[in-house]
């Protein structure tokens, strides 16, 4: 009789809750330093005399270390495991934060910074490769939708101690603060079990690496749709949002707190789309529902660039920033259908490197906001976004659909150009 995997159970267990919320609260610690570090960054800037460009930098470097996190996590979470990667990303998370609260001079601020961003890129591919293999498969959309939702969390947490804690106590003690939770979530990470998936399939193997696992057909093509999904998303998002809390501070004159509420909103009409994206990605389908997400964000992108100026001092404002925040989920569909575009053996490496590069080509977005804003305000920049959502909302149709498969059926012998020829090369 064949080994029952988690992923085929009806229902959720005690384990498969216990593994999700391990890999949950790592990506609420991704955005959180995102959007803690947008707000942190202002005071910051005043203490140690940094210009904008050096602002904007800062930003970008986390970005880039989010994704050389991502690609060199993922690859370790197929060779070693998903449980042990998922330690160590978030204590090196941990020490970067941390230690950036003793940084006296723009040079270890930025070293800190990447350190910081290298260990929480690793979190997501990883924790999402995990959750896919657990959790039942007919509930895969939902749950895959749920962990990214962890992001609102994130991005919740960070407006709050941003727009609140750190006016109180300054940017170095919220640094400090925030390092504390991480070592929780070490704590919690180290008492999960390994995804039963990845030990028989991969571990119990115990084959050396072979080239051949990283074929055309087997990573590449998939590789690149994904990624160019990933870059009409995050280009879109980091564009549009990274800069927000700047610009509403520095040139409408809000305060940390008024701010902060904005991204409490935006945070709470992200959530509510991520719930309604994995609810719809295991009922209808991951291309519809990428789809519809990426045009209801290009809609509300619209209707702001048109209304921008006479709708920024009314609660009608709201309204559009809805769609937009709602719609801007298309990366809630990600997680599964990255996940179902790969087999076991690299699917902690597919999805890392699909979602974190474009994350870490998102470096671009904050510089090219940082030039544009301060001469043409934040319309150009709303719209940019907007069309990069169109662009995500058609790109969709490029994917194969992948609701209810099963993860066996990725398993296939490596059979790809040249595969049966290619001799297993050692580590």
């Not at 460009?53 to 470097?61: R, V, Y």
């Not at 048109?306 to 809805?322: E, V």
């Not at 069309?387 to 194969?400: I, K, S, T």
Request: charged share 15%; proline share 4%.
């Amino acid at each position: 009789m064949s080994t029952q995997f988690m992923y085929e159970s009806q229902k959720m267990g005690r384990t498969q809750y216990q593994a999700f919320f391990a890999a949950l609260i790592g990506w609420v610690f991704d955005y959180y330093e995102v959007f803690l570090l947008s707000f942190v960054i202002i005071p910051m800037a005043h203490s140690l005399h940094l210009s904008t460009g050096q602002t904007a930098a800062l930003e970008s470097i986390q970005l880039a270390g989010l994704a050389l996190g991502g690609m060199l996590f993922g690859v370790l979470g197929d060779r070693v495991g998903r449980k042990g990667m998922l330690m160590y990303t978030v204590i090196l998370y941990g020490i970067g934060t941390l230690m950036r609260a003793f940084s006296f001079d723009y040079a270890w601020l930025v070293i800190w910074t990447g350190i910081a961003g290298f260990g929480i890129g690793g979190e997501y591919g990883v924790g999402q490769a995990l959750v896919s293999e657990i959790v039942p498969s007919k509930q895969r959309g939902f749950w895959s939708g749920l962990l990214y939702g962890g992001i609102f969390i994130g991005i919740a947490g960070g407006a709050a101690v941003g727009g609140y804690v750190l006016p109180v106590v300054g940017w170095r003690w919220t640094f400090a603060l925030s390092a504390i939770p991480a070592l929780l979530a070490a704590y919690i990470r180290g008492r999960i079990d390994e995804s039963d998936v990845w030990e028989q399939k991969v571990a119990k193997r115990k084959r050396p690496l072979q080239t051949a696992k990283y074929g055309a057909k087997r990573f590449w093509l998939p590789f690149i749709i994904c990624l160019i999904a990933s870059v009409f998303q995050f280009f879109a998002y980091y564009g549009i949002t990274t800069f927000l809390p700047t610009y509403l501070v520095d040139n409408e004159h809000f305060s940390m707190g008024h701010a902060a509420w904005w991204l409490f909103f935006t945070a709470f009409a992200g959530l509510v789309g991520a719930v309604v994206g994995g609810y719809t990605a295991d009922k209808w389908g991951r291309r519809i529902t990428l789809c519809y997400l990426a045009f209801i964000a290009a809609l509300g992108g619209l209707w702001l660039f048109l209304s921008w100026k006479s709708l920024l001092n009314s609660s009608l404002i709201l309204i559009p920033f809805f769609l937009l925040y709602f719609g801007s989920n298309g990366a809630t569909v990600f997680g599964s259908l990255f996940s179902e575009m790969f087999p076991t053996d690299i699917r902690s490496t597919g999805v890392s490197w699909s979602l974190q590069i474009g994350r870490g080509l998102a470096f671009i977005p904050p510089l090219i906001t940082a030039a544009i804003f301060p001469i043409y305000g934040y319309k150009p920049i709303i719209l940019i976004g907007a069309a990069e959502f169109m662009a995500l909302g058609l790109w969709a149709w490029v994917f194969r659909e992948t609701k209810d498969i099963s993860l066996d059926s990725l398993d296939e012998p490596i059979t790809d150009d040249h595969a049966a020829a290619a001799a297993p090369v050692e580590v």
